[in-house]
């Protein structure tokens, strides 16, 4: 936690509301997000009980498995829920364009669940589900092999900083305010809702205190209330269980069920499409639909791949790809929280407190200062000098960016204490026109106010891995291609 997401935390305590940490969105919302409320019975790895899925806040669809245990009515719910899914994915490809040889999709999915947990309920389902068999022993319908398929595929895109394509509500709503409660209470999103948006007269803390009373507020899944599992839900599984098939009692226990679980999902399903609400109040940050097209483009590869090989997705990563996976998703953690902290001053601000950047008013600028390059050719390098209030933790020859001059390098010459606070010399390069003198408004001004950091998007430098057919024989040499087997496809439910 940052110090700015600590004394945010502070102030939501002393005003009994949450605090504002970003003043921009920095997730992109689709117009049209797929929104998935699971259960999952208690005391069974992952089976599924219920969900609640739809992309129309007013309808709907409600699955449910009247006894997770039976195998079939497992894949009966996956069936189910692959019609959805991968209706709502073709969809998304109903328009593209072409850039280069490739075709890219104007649209991709975007999966909405509650929480982390529900993050982690997709993927293992995705797991549970992409290997399976459409024929020979114990077959599922055609859509299940292809919903794990697209369901793993979300689930490892979820894991790139950055990407939209399946989101945990709490940990957006949590990216963009700071509650007055624990980390472990922000995994609960009525609470976190309480905090953020508390109805008319009530203050956060009663809101949140409110949200946990599970007859109003079911738990958002995947798991249930003890009580109700014990009071509610387990004599209502009996009672199917110990009704003829295709009897009215059976009939009757499936329609219990299904009001019981309706009961449950419900409240959890109105948050979610009020919490869609609070985050698109916020303007989206100039770096989202960036990060979507790259989503967009991700998404328009996978389908292409579905569409041309088909093959699920290994079970392992051969070394040389669990390396460039890694160095991937270091890189994008650098580069989306460079970006948001040079879309949102707020977020800038964290920065700011450690040192690693700073805000201050120019007091000094040499125009015209030439140097003799290393080429022994003369160029133009204008020296200016900002004086700022900020700690400044950088050294001399640490390079920097303006957020509004991302085009043009500044290296810190000289680093001076003064009795207002600190002035730093700054010498300029590029962004200032091909003409020896540098043009109009490429200079700071005196009297301009700048921030200047030391984290920006291209400031980390990753080193090249071998092709993965030169894949060390001390990490087992080239991998051979996956290709499915008998036992991937009996691989256990969890």
């Known amino acids: 936690m940052s110090a700015i997401s600590s004394y ?49 806040q007013h309808n709907p669809a409600l699955l449910v ?20 899914v991968l209706a709502y994915v073709r969809s998304c490809t109903a328009r593209f364009e072409v850039v ?20 982690g309920f997709v993927k293992l389902l995705g797991r549970s589900t992409r290997f399976r068999r459409t024929h020979g022993p114990f077959p599922v319908a055609h859509g299940v092999p292809l919903l794990g398929r697209w369901l793993t595929y979300l689930g490892e895109r979820s894991e790139h900083p950055g990407s939209s394509t399946m989101l945990a509500m709490t940990q ?6 700071a509650s007055g409660q624990s980390a472990v209470e922000d995994a609960n999103l009525a609470a976190l809702l309480g905090w953020i948006d508390p109805p008319e007269g009530v203050s956060g803390p009663e809101a949140a205190l409110a949200a946990e009373d599970p007859l109003v507020w079911p738990p958002a899944g995947p798991s249930t209330d003890p009580a109700f599992d014990n009071e509610v839900l387990a004599p209502a599984i009996r009672a199917y269980e110990s009704a003829a098939p295709d009897s009215p009692k059976r009939l009757r226990a499936v329609e219990t069920l299904e009001r019981e679980l309706r009961g449950q999902l419900e409240p959890t399903w109105r948050l979610m499409w009020r919490a869609i609400e609070v985050l698109r109040q916020l303007p989206a940050a100039a ?23 088909g093959r699920p997705q290994a079970r392992r990563d051969g070394a040389v790809a669990a390396a460039r996976r890694l160095q991937s998703l270091e890189r994008e953690q650098t580069t989306y929280d460079a970006s948001r902290a040079l879309d949102d001053p707020l977020v800038m601000a964290s920065y700011r407190v450690n040192g ?29 000098v900002v004086s700022t209030g900020d700690p400044v933790h950088l050294p001399v020859g640490k390079a920097l960016r303006a957020p509004e001059r991302m085009k043009q390098n500044a290296r810190i010459t000289e680093i001076a204490r003064s009795a207002d606070g600190v002035l730093v010399s700054l010498e300029l390069d590029g962004g200032m026109g091909r003409a020896a003198a540098p043009a109009p408004g490429s200079v700071p001004e005196v009297g301009h ?46």
């Open 100 to 119: 280069g040889a490739n075709k890219v999709f104007l649209d991709a999915p975007q999966l909405l669940v509650p929480n982390a947990a529900g993050l």
């Open 287 to 309: 770096t989202v639909e960036t990060r979507w097209a790259a989503d967009r483009r991700d998404f328009s590869r996978y389908h292409d791949y579905l569409t041309t090989d």
């Open 65 to 84: 498995v009247p006894q997770p245990r039976n195998r079939d009515l497992r894949f009966d719910f996956a069936a189910s829920l692959a019609d959805v």
């Open 8 to 56: 945010a935390k502070a102030l939501a305590v002393a005003a009994g509301r949450a605090i504002p940490i970003a003043t921009r969105r920095h997730v992109h919302l689709s117009d049209r997000p797929l929104v998935l409320v699971p259960l999952a019975l208690a005391g069974e790895a992952n089976a599924p009980l219920a969900a609640m899925i739809g992309t129309d």
């Open 356 to 384: 690693e950047a700073f805000q201050g008013t120019v007091v000094s600028v040499d125009r015209d200062r030439r140097i003799l390059s290393e080429k022994g050719r003369r160029v133009t390098r204008p020296l200016i």
């Open 449 to 494: 106010e700048i921030t200047y950091t030391s984290v920006y998007p291209d400031a980390i430098r990753a080193p090249d891995l071998p092709p993965t057919d030169q894949t060390p024989w001390t990490h087992g040499g080239p991998p051979r291609p996956y290709v499915p087997t008998d036992d991937d496809a009996q691989e256990a439910w969890e």
């Open 172 to 177: 957006a709503l949590n990216l963009h305010w």
